[in-house]
């Protein structure tokens, strides 16, 4: 089983900084890509950013300059640095990972339970 550990989210002022982190454990081979998701209410869940185990990054056009990914492969854990945040940041942040059980084996995605980020004065 795969267990994903979000953490970082918030309550913060417009032009504030949170870091969201989400650390993965269980039968994991290896990850291919971690990423993070939101979701507004009412609205569809979206990317926001991605990495690859080689270092490979895509961003969203609404965050580019304002948030970084990293991630440490060996400790399967992924950051997400988000400056400057404005008030349509927020929604709930999901962890997603595409993963490896076995080698050579399938590809899964697991999701995990979101966290809430709040920009509001």
């Known amino acids: 089983q795969v267990q994903l550990v979000e953490s970082g989210g918030g309550l913060v002022q417009p032009g504030g900084s949170l870091r969201l982190s989400c650390a993965a454990s269980?039968?994991?081979?290896?990850?291919?890509?971690m990423g993070w998701y939101r979701q507004a209410p009412g609205k569809q869940r979206e990317l926001v950013a991605r990495?690859?185990?080689?270092?490979?990054?895509d961003y969203a056009e609404f965050v580019k300059g304002r948030f970084a990914i990293s991630r440490d492969n060996a400790k399967k854990t992924v950051h997400l640095q988000m400056n400057s945040l404005k008030p349509e940041d927020t929604a709930v942040y999901y962890c997603?990972?595409?993963?490896?059980?076995?080698?050579?084996?399938?590809?899964?995605?697991?999701w995990g339970q979101g966290t809430q980020v709040t920009v509001s004065s």
């Open positions: 990495i690859t185990d080689d270092g490979d990054t």
């Open positions: 997603l990972i595409e993963f490896q059980v076995i080698v050579a084996g399938s590809w899964f995605d697991y």
């Open positions: 269980g039968k994991i081979f290896s990850i291919y890509r």
